[in-house]
């Protein structure tokens, strides 16, 4: 599902970005969904699974999500930063974010598994480096009540507010 969104301000102040993610119980989507309406400028929310390198054509910034399974990203989003030629993101901004579970929600022996094992955003923006990709911020995580969600109180307006340093930093 790729959707368009715009911003009431003033259109055009993106540039061109692409936010691709991943979603199992729509919470990673409804912050990406968060983050394109942040952003001006008609940004492209596009699902990992349909994402494509032919959509990073004249691009700026490129922020890809995931929700944390297993320390790392879903299969989709592996799937499309590996189907990203080497040195293809060259010259673009790029970012990573993922949901999680907060570590005091869960008990003292999965807490620590959890902090050994990592979470999904920091693999990803190695793997946008390692693609040519310039770091436009530090990956960061948002916060999910349980393996299904609902989404932490106030975890939309903080993605918002981090896609949109994201965008000033990458531009
Ligand atoms: C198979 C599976 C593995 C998971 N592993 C982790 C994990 O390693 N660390 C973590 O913080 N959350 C983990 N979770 C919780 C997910 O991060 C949570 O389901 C996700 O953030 C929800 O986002 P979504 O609604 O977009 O799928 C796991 C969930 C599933 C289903």
């Known amino acids: 599902m790729e ?40 940004t492209r929310v596009v699902r990992a699974a349909e994402a494509h390198p032919s959509d990073l054509k004249s691009v700026e910034v490129l922020i890809v999500g995931s929700p944390t399974q297993g320390f790392r990203a879903t299969k989709p989003v592996q799937e499309f930063i590996k189907s990203i030629p080497e040195g293809a993101l060259k010259g673009i901004a790029v970012a990573a974010f993922d949901t999680r579970m907060p570590a005091d929600d869960v008990g003292k022996g999965l807490r620590f598994i959890m902090k050994v094992g990592g979470y999904a955003a920091p693999r990803v923006a190695d793997e946008l480096k390692k693609k040519g990709g310039t770091l436009a911020g530090l990956p960061e995580g948002f916060f999910v009540k349980g393996k299904e969600g609902p989404l932490k109180e106030g975890e939309l307006e903080r993605a918002a507010t981090w896609a949109e340093s994201i965008i000033k930093k990458g531009k």
Not at 16 to 27: E, F, L, P
Not at 35 to 41: D, F, L, Q, T
């Open 3 to 42: 959707k368009v969104v715009t911003n009431k301000h003033e259109a055009g102040t993106a540039g061109k970005a692409v936010i691709v993610y991943d979603s199992c119980y729509g919470n990673t989507e409804k912050i990406a969904t968060s983050m394109g309406e942040a952003i001006a400028g008609g």
